[in-house]
C-alpha cells in the first residue's frame, strides 16, 4: 500500500516534469466559473500540485507511522488492533488523495496543453466536472471503508455522541459510511450530467447534508445508549 502510494506520487512529478519541460514559458493558470481562461501565468505554477500531494502524502504517512508505533508500544491486545485497523484505512485515504491529485494535475496539464493548441478563445475547460467527478469517487471509497474504523481521535465520524462507546461509535460509522458513499453516487451522477459549476455546488450540499444526517444519527444512537443504561442502573 505505502509502495503504491509513493510510485503514484512519482509518477505525477515525472508526469508533471516532462510536461513543464515541454509546454511554453506562458500557459492558462486561471478559469472563470464558465470554464473560460481568465488568466495566463507562469508555466512552473504547476509544479504547485505535485508539491501539494508531497506534503499530503508525508502528513498522512508520518500519521500512520505514529499509529502503527503506537500499536507496537501497547500491552493491550484490542487497542493494538484497533490502531492497526485504522492505520490501514488511514492509508487507504493516502492512496485516494494521491491518485486524485494525480488523475486533477493530468487534466490540468491536458487542459493546458489543448488550450494552446486550439487557441484561449476556443477552449472550455471542465476542471470543476472533473473535480467533483474525482471527489465523488473518494467519497465512495471512503465511505465503504468508513465503518471498518475503531474509536480514535483521527479518522472516522468523530463527535462526542459516536466516541461514547464502541457501540455508538460502530452505529454512527456503520451509517456515516453509507451517507458518505450516498453522498459520493449523487456527486458522480451530477458531475456527468451537470454543468460543471452547479455539480460543484452541489458537491459541496451533499457532504454537508451527510455530515449533518451522520451527525444527527450519531445523536439518536447516543441517547439510546444513554437510555439504556440509566434503565439498567435502576432495575
Not at 504547485?48 to 502524502?57: Q, R
Not at 498522512?60 to 491486545?77: C, G, V
Not at 465512495?140 to 481521535?153: A, D, E, S
Not at 456515516?176 to 453522498?183: E, N, P, V, Y
Request: hydrophobic letters at 45%; aromatic letters at 8%; a positive charge.
Amino acid at each position: 500500500m505505502k509502495k503504491a502510494i509513493w510510485i503514484i506520487t512519482a509518477l505525477q512529478i515525472i508526469i508533471t516534469g516532462v510536461a513543464v519541460r515541454l509546454m511554453p514559458d506562458t500557459v492558462p493558470t486561471h478559469y472563470d466559473i464558465s470554464g473560460r481562461i481568465d488568466g495566463f501565468g507562469s508555466k512552473y505554477t504547476y509544479l504547485i500540485m505535485p508539491l501539494v500531494t508531497v506534503g499530503s502524502v508525508l502528513m498522512f504517512a508520518a500519521i500512520s507511522h505514529s499509529m502503527t508505533k503506537k500499536a507496537a508500544a501497547s500491552k493491550d491486545e484490542k487497542k493494538t488492533a484497533e490502531t492497526v485497523s485504522n492505520a490501514k484505512v488511514f492509508n487507504i485515504i493516502s492512496l485516494c488523495t494521491a491518485l486524485m491529485f494525480g488523475a486533477m494535475q493530468c487534466y490540468m496539464l491536458w487542459s493546458a496543453d489543448r488550450a494552446g493548441k486550439v487557441g484561449a478563445e476556443n477552449f472550455e475547460d471542465n476542471g470543476l466536472g472533473i473535480t467533483s467527478l474525482m471527489l465523488g469517487i473518494m467519497f465512495i471509497v471512503c465511505g465503504n471503508f468508513l465503518p471498518k474504523t475503531k474509536p480514535n481521535g483521527t479518522v472516522g465520524l468523530r463527535t462526542q455522541y459516536s466516541m461514547y462507546n464502541d457501540n455508538t461509535w460502530r452505529k454512527s460509522n456503520v451509517y456515516g459510511g453509507k451517507a458518505l458513499m450516498l453522498a459520493g453516487l449523487l456527486t458522480v451522477v451530477t458531475a456527468l450530467f451537470a454543468k460543471p459549476a452547479i455539480a460543484i455546488l452541489l458537491t459541496l450540499v451533499y457532504n454537508i447534508a451527510a455530515m449533518i444526517a451522520s451527525c444527527v444519527y450519531a445523536k439518536k444512537v447516543y441517547d439510546e445508549e444513554v437510555s439504556l443504561s440509566e434503565s439498567e442502573k435502576t432495575r
